[in-house]
């Protein structure tokens, strides 16, 4: 036996890693070849000798300087609840009571993301404030009445709203066990799943505050859970508005505000508001320069007509790609033409923008969606149009999703040169083409060290032949050009095969 | 609380619901090893100690993201990896320079201080070694240096590389050999006789 494939598995076996049969075989050879048995030798000697270097303590005071660090960056949570409060009426205590009235904040967006001219007139509730993902979509308060009845109706709404078949009771609770399901695949938070095996679907809907997570101390999450009685009573004829009248009308009783919102009429609103979702984004002119990103957050704003769904999905994404500062912002009166538009703003680190648009962009409506141009402090990021990107090659599209460094985007425009953009950098070149059912999937990562961004691009959008093929030629054509320039570089071929042209 | 019988899936529970002692635990049982780590990846000085503590900043921050059935210290390397991974892009992609004279290494950590048994000259030789193989592993590229520094200077097992790398176990296991194959060639060579 040659010695390349034995010395391959030296280290493996140094480990006991190899399979027995693979280790037998080895050993085999190694009975045989006195040069493996030398390497073999070396190796151990090398392995011992990292093995036995001292190991570094944490210096002295290493723990009091973190814990000095962590609460400096986020205080302590000013309730005094520990698991579950239950904010149901019946059950409540006095003492629950007062947790829940200390335990809720309600925060008015001052300048906020839209600076102090514009928007001045729309009132924002902070969903949530952190570094961290965010929780949940909910609604916070320092008032628990009115906040709480708006959002109850929201939550009642929002869950039923969903479905109009109301014959079946069951479902209310199969669509409230999804939801359970779903905010726990997506968000992983223990404590979501401690909560929904927790929910009471018998007892009169109410309201369980879960306690907030040391990231975000400023905003309660208030879960709603909506009793089979509620779903069998309140789901036909249910207006989807009603929700958010409810919580215009909680922002408008906000004692400091001197807006008058209006209530918005109940029933379907205009086609073209319907299909109203825009993303606007909007450049942090004071935005702080994160060191691990390539430039300022950006704001996100998600706009809507079915704001509730719209926002709890954006926020679900949000918590998938570790965004924490989501706002709910509501119009007044001043809006115009934008009255009525439910707006979800999202501060979104710049490195990971590109990709979070191209999911929060499944949510909406696929038409009319547009990104306004606009320019970031400094040139460190650059904005194209939805709709222009999807003229454009695919393959350049989903590439320009890498890094969003302005420098590639000429780069990555044409997706013949996309292999040639890839020689000489340090990173790996990682892609995917799978085929799954009747639709096509192909997921491009590049890979710094330690980092990957995947993208995926449907098939729904992506019409087969001529961008399926440049893609799958891409592929094929980007791992030995990584892998000539000495770049680690994996690819994955699935069973796809370049489909004829049209 | 009782600091023995107090897991870690529990401690997290707690700080998840604000208790910070609970958290200053859980940073007193994997502090060295996690600053052990740092110190072997980027090298010895305030950065280390600096982005020791950012990495428990960060899982801080993060905790509610904790998956309880997974091991704690799994997902606590996975945060210094990036920690230090974004360190490394801050500093460029410079090779490190680092000087071969025994306690004279600007990278690595400092010397070993001498145990008080060995004599003068034992304890130097002790020093020259281990600075000797300290620079070694710091002159490893980036993506060698971790796959050394967790296995065997931490000791994770290769599943564990795996998820703390995001890693496919191929890759693991062909990078653990690419490294101690680097290694070897430096390393045998001078130490043979005292090996």
Redesign the interface.
């Known amino acids: 036996m040659r010695c390349e494939k034995p010395r391959?598995r030296?280290?493996?076996y140094l480990?006991g890693?190899l399979p027995s049969r693979e280790a037998a075989e080895l050993e085999r050879h190694l009975t045989e070849c006195e040069s493996c048995r030398r390497e073999l030798e070396?190796?151990r000697?090398?392995?011992?000798?990292?093995?036995e270097?001292?190991?570094?303590?944490?210096?002295p005071g290493?723990?009091e300087?973190?814990?000095e660090?962590?609460?400096a960056?986020?205080p302590?949570?000013t309730?005094a609840g520990?698991?579950g409060i239950s904010l149901w009426p019946r059950a409540l205590s006095v003492a629950a009571m007062l947790l829940a009235v200390v335990g809720l904040t309600f925060l008015l967006e001052r300048d906020g993301f839209f600076g102090a001219g514009e928007r001045a007139s729309r009132r924002t509730v902070m969903l949530a404030k952190?570094?961290?993902?965010v929780?949940r979509v909910s609604g916070a308060a320092r008032r628990r009445g009115p906040l709480e009845e708006g959002l109850r109706e929201v939550a009642d709404t929002n869950g039923l709203g969903r479905k109009q078949d109301d014959k079946d009771a069951r479902e209310g609770r199969a669509l409230d066990a999804t939801v359970w399901r779903q905010r726990d695949d997506v968000?992983?938070?223990?404590?979501a799943r401690e909560a929904a095996e927790a929910v009471d679907m018998e007892g009169e809907g109410a309201f369980k505050a879960v306690?907030a997570?040391?990231?975000l101390t400023e905003a309660e999450e208030i879960r709603p859970a909506v009793s089979r009685e509620r779903w069998e009573e309140g789901a036909p004829g249910r207006r989807p508005e009603a929700g958010v009248r409810a919580l215009r009308r909680v922002v408008a009783e906000e004692p400091s505000s001197a807006a008058r919102l209006p209530v918005r009429r109940a029933g379907r609103l205009p086609l073209e508001r319907q299909k109203r979702a825009v993303f606007r984004q909007v450049a942090l002119a004071d935005a702080q320069q994160p060191?691990?990103t390539e430039g300022p957050d950006q704001i996100l704003i998600v706009e809507a007509d079915k704001p509730l769904e719209l926002a709890e999905k954006t926020v679900e994404i949000a918590n998938a790609n570790?965004i924490g500062d989501v706002t709910l912002s509501l119009p007044s009166a001043d809006d115009g033409p934008d009255a009525g538009v439910i707006e979800v703003s999202l501060r979104v680190p710049a490195a990971r923008y590109e990709e979070f648009l191209r999911q929060v962009s499944g949510v909406s409506l696929p038409h009319e969606q547009r990104l306004c141009n606009s320019v970031a402090a400094g040139d460190n990021l650059y904005f194209q149009d939805v709709s222009r990107r999807y003229e454009r090659s695919q393959a350049a599209a989903v590439l320009n999703l890498y890094g969003g460094r302005p420098e590639r985007r000429e780069e990555m425009r044409a997706p013949a040169r996309a292999g040639i953009a890839l020689e000489g950098r340090?990173e790996a070149f990682f892609a995917e083409v799978q085929d799954e059912a009747k639709e096509l999937r192909l997921s491009l990562a590049f890979l710094?060290?330690?980092?990957?961004v995947k993208a995926e691009v449907s098939a729904d959008f992506l019409p087969p032949g001529r961008e399926v093929n440049l893609l799958i030629r891409l592929v094929r054509r980007a791992v030995p050009v990584a892998e000539s320039a000495g770049l680690?570089a994996?690819a994955k071929a699935g069973e796809l095969q370049e489909t004829p042209e049209e | 609380m009782d600091e023995v019988s107090c897991s870690d899936a529990e401690l997290v529970r707690r700080t998840c619901r604000g208790e910070s002692d609970a958290f200053a635990l859980l940073v007193s049982r994997h502090q060295d090893y996690v600053y052990n780590a740092v110190v072997h990846l980027v090298g010895q000085g305030w950065d280390a100690e600096d982005l020791a503590q950012e990495v428990f900043l960060k899982a801080y921050r993060s905790i509610g993201g904790f998956r309880r059935k997974a091991r704690f210290s799994t997902w606590l390397y996975g945060i210094m990896l990036n920690c230090v991974r974004s360190h490394w892009r801050r500093q460029g992609r410079r090779p490190r320079v680092v000087s071969l004279n025994p306690g004279v290494a600007d990278d690595g950590p400092a010397p070993d201080p001498p145990s008080p048994q060995d004599g003068p000259l034992d304890q130097a030789v002790r020093s020259e070694r281990v600075s000797f193989v300290r620079c070694c592993i710091a002159k490893l590229p980036e993506e060698l240096r971790e796959v050394i520094v967790l296995r065997d200077l931490e000791g994770l097992s290769y599943k564990e590389l795996a998820r703390s790398l995001s890693l496919p176990l191929g890759t693991v296991k062909s990078r653990l050999f690419r490294a101690r194959r680097a290694l070897r060639a430096r390393i045998v060579p001078v130490m043979a006789d005292e090996l």
């Open positions: 391959g030296l280290s493996e480990d890693a070396a190796l000697h090398t392995v011992r000798a990292l093995r270097l001292p190991r570094e303590a944490a210096p290493f723990g300087r973190v814990m660090r962590v609460r960056d986020s302590a949570p309730y520990a698991g952190g570094e961290g993902p929780d968000r992983r938070f223990a404590e306690p997570l040391p990231a060191e691990e570790d340090e710094s060290p330690g980092e990957q680690p994996e």
